[in-house]
């Protein structure tokens, strides 16, 4: 944060878009593997954000937090990305009660599953890493998956949307219906 003011004299928007995917159950997720997910997806956010609040306190800033779909919905084989990118939403809204006097909006986007390289990455590990993204393309309702630049704008739109606080945004081409 010191070097954000240092680098642009104040601190307008954050947006908390780091986070880590790991496969696995309850039964099959180690304890280490589920700590490392809610470290990175959740506690990240947390530090993050309480770094920034004084700074956006001055300007009215405004927080988005990237939590994904399947918090809204339950994904199979992924229960610690699951319940980290859930307890985002909750984490969110939390967050925009307690600095709604502070004129600081906290929203959070759920994006679908998006052709990152992170995408491309777990896809890869797959032995027949082109089977498993037709598969992957197959399960989403609208046959494609999104695009970094859909869920760019919509965070825009989060970034800019006055009137938006403690919303949660679904970006997933229909994945949450």
């Not at 954050?14 to 959740?42: F, I």
């Not at 909006?105 to 679908?112: K, L």
């Not at 970094?148 to 949450?176: H, K, N, Q, W």
Request: aromatic share 6%; with cysteine; charged share 25%.
């Amino acid at each position: 944060m010191s070097e954000t003011i240092e680098r642009y004299g104040q601190l307008d928007i954050l947006v908390n878009n780091a986070g880590v995917v790991v496969p696995g159950k309850v039964d099959n997720t180690s304890p280490e593997d589920w700590d490392r997910t809610m470290a990175v997806n959740v506690r990240g956010v947390y530090l993050l954000s309480k770094f920034a609040i004084p700074h956006l306190r001055k300007t009215e800033g405004t927080i988005i937090n990237v939590a994904s779909a399947v918090a809204l919905m339950g994904a199979k084989d992924r229960a610690a990305y699951t319940a980290s990118k859930g307890a985002l939403i909750s984490l969110t809204r939390a967050i925009a009660i307690d600095y709604m006097d502070d004129r600081i909006r906290v929203n959070c986007i759920c994006p679908g599953t998006t052709d990152t390289p992170s995408l491309k990455d777990r896809l890869s590990k797959f032995p027949d890493s082109e089977a498993a993204r037709r598969e992957f393309i197959e399960r989403q309702p609208l046959r494609r998956f999104g695009r970094p630049e859909e869920i760019a704008e919509r965070i825009l739109y989060l970034a800019t949307a006055e009137f938006c606080t403690g919303t949660c945004l679904s970006v997933d081409g229909g994945m949450a219906i």
